[in-house]
């Protein structure tokens, strides 16, 4: 059997991300088992947890917010993650523990010491063998997203530049896990960068 391998996608919202892992994913899918899957919200209790998390209309407190998004992460990683690594399969993931930092910690200002040492809870310590950070400016980024926005979409254009800053700062200090790609080249260009990092890993 092949090794398992936990790909992470990660960056600002409308950096392009999703559409790369789609990419990937039907690049891949004739070579090896390949699962896509999300945070928040892959499926059953995380889908309830997706529909508060980004549309409940009250006010969600910073700590609150957090809580939410390491609750579904606990349960995606017992439930669809370790087992699928387990088995050998390839896992694209659309968000993962780096969002909790760069939105929470980067984006809120919570403790980052805290939502490191509550992410390793979540995860029970498993890590991506690859994360993958699409870096484009925020004007950029929040004009694909257009006018329809969901409850984080709508935090405003400073909050967003934390987030993108923040993940640079967390691919400054992983550097061996986390790559940096400038999303803001064609779809195809940014897939070549892609697949420049991933080939190495299959
Ligand atoms: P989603 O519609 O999945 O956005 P995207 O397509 O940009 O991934 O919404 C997820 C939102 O939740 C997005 O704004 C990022 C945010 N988020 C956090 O703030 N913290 C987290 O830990 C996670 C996983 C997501």
Do not use: W
């Not at 969600?60 to 349960?75: G, K, N, V, Y």
Request: aromatic content about 6%.
């Amino acid at each position: 059997m092949k090794k398992g391998l936990f790909i992470t996608f990660e960056g600002a919202d409308g950096c392009g991300k999703t559409t790369q892992l789609n990419l990937l994913s039907d690049y891949l899918k004739n070579k090896r088992d390949v699962i896509i899957t999300r945070e928040p919200g892959a499926k059953g209790l995380g889908e309830k947890l997706r529909e508060i998390l980004l549309n409940y209309d009250g006010d969600i407190a910073p700590q609150c917010e957090s809580f939410l998004f390491l609750a579904d992460r606990a349960q995606h990683i017992e439930q669809i993650v370790k087992p699928a690594v387990s088995e050998g399969k390839i896992v694209l993931c659309d968000r993962h523990t780096d969002s909790t930092v760069a939105y929470q910690g980067y984006g809120r200002g919570l403790n980052l010491e805290e939502i490191h040492y509550l992410n390793t809870l979540a995860t029970g310590g498993l890590k991506p063998d690859l994360t993958v950070v699409f870096d484009v400016d925020i004007e950029t980024s929040l004009s694909r997203v257009g006018s329809e926005k969901d409850r984080m979409e709508a935090a405003g254009i400073d909050f967003f530049n934390r987030v993108r800053n923040g993940y640079l700062e967390i691919a400054k200090q992983e550097p061996q896990r986390v790559k940096v790609i400038d999303a803001a080249k064609s779809i195809d260009e940014v897939f070549n960068d892609l697949l420049k990092l991933v080939t190495p890993l299959i």
